[in-house]
């Protein structure tokens, strides 16, 4: 499985943005999927996950409320929708797939590259 991240930027705080998370290789194995980030000097942290049909959702409590997860298996792609962002959002958002639809990073195998998100005051 390949993930392919795309749609960071630089935004004012208080925009949006729209982060997609493109997968291919084994895409007849429908995965559990999430997005995680990573500020400089910080540990890479929990963000949000969605079951593999799409019906389940779980948000960090500091996105709860302004970004929202989905996916379209049938495109094998993921979304995150990101409003009324704010400084301490600016990171590398990372997407990662895996057997388990959990929280956790090391639960997740697969990972795309990362976009950066850079959110100005």
């Known amino acids: 499985v390949q993930l392919q991240a795309s749609g960071g930027g630089l935004v004012q705080a208080g925009g949006s943005l729209r982060l997609s998370c493109a997968r291919s290789g084994r895409t007849f194995i429908t995965y559990p999927m999430a997005w995680f980030r990573q500020a400089p000097g910080k540990e890479r942290e929990f963000v949000t996950a969605i079951s593999s049909r799409g019906d389940s959702t779980t948000y960090a409590d500091s996105v709860k409320g302004r970004f929202t997860i989905s996916r379209d298996n049938a495109k094998n792609t993921m979304y995150l929708q990101m409003n009324s962002l704010k400084p301490e959002d600016t990171a590398v958002y990372y997407c990662?797939?895996?057997?388990?639809?959990?929280?956790?990073?090391?639960?997740?195998?697969?990972w795309g590259q990362g976009t950066l998100v850079t959110v100005s005051s």
């Open positions: 990662a797939a895996g057997p388990r639809y959990v929280t956790t990073t090391n639960a997740y195998d697969y």
